[in-house]
């Protein structure tokens, strides 16, 4: 899942895109939340140029806040979850990729990803894990359009931010 990757230099982007993508059974996720400038759009369109020459059938996940985002001249194969709180069309696409039910990869209740299950025992080595800390933001700043900043702040106790770290681990 890459986010705020547009503010690397284009050869920082491309690094890590070699070092991760090795094979087209991998899904790229892309958060487009803070994606806002033209600058950004335009290294985040190149971006996936890049991917689909190098692995023209690897699937690519684009989402976030941000309902502004162009996807005019891209892939037409490339998927997009755009607006606040989509983790059930999230968690409805990797179900359908893994064949089991929607609802038993995520805890909408506690924002857990259930790892064991969405991955199984094939998941390349030096994956990295989405964590959850907080939802929503306590502030209501005037420039700020982020559309989550209206929701209910919430945040995950300590406890339970460790029992995760630690199944993960495992």
């Not at 070092?19 to 369109?45: G, V």
């Not at 390349?124 to 359009?145: D, V």
């Not at 982020?146 to 770290?165: D, F, N, P």
Request: proline content about 2%.
């Amino acid at each position: 899942d890459l986010q705020h990757i547009d503010h690397l230099t284009w050869d920082e982007m491309v690094k890590i895109i070699d070092k991760w993508i090795i094979n087209e059974k991998q899904i790229l996720a892309m958060s487009l939340t803070f994606c806002r400038e033209p600058w950004q759009k335009k290294k985040m369109k190149d971006l996936i140029y890049y991917v689909k020459s190098k692995f023209p059938e690897l699937k690519i996940v684009a989402g976030g806040a941000n309902n502004m985002f162009d996807f005019t001249g891209l892939p037409k194969d490339i998927i997009k979850l755009l607006g606040q709180n989509r983790e059930d069309e999230i968690m409805q696409f990797f179900a359908k990729e893994k064949n089991v039910e929607w609802n038993e990869l995520f805890d909408f209740t506690t924002f857990k990803i259930e790892y064991a299950k969405l991955l199984g025992n094939d998941h390349p080595k030096g994956m990295s894990m989405h964590l959850e800390l907080s939802r929503g933001c306590i502030f209501n700043c005037a420039f700020c359009n982020y559309a989550l900043r209206k929701s209910k702040s919430s945040h995950k106790k300590s406890e339970q931010i460790r029992l995760e770290l630690e199944e993960f681990y495992a």
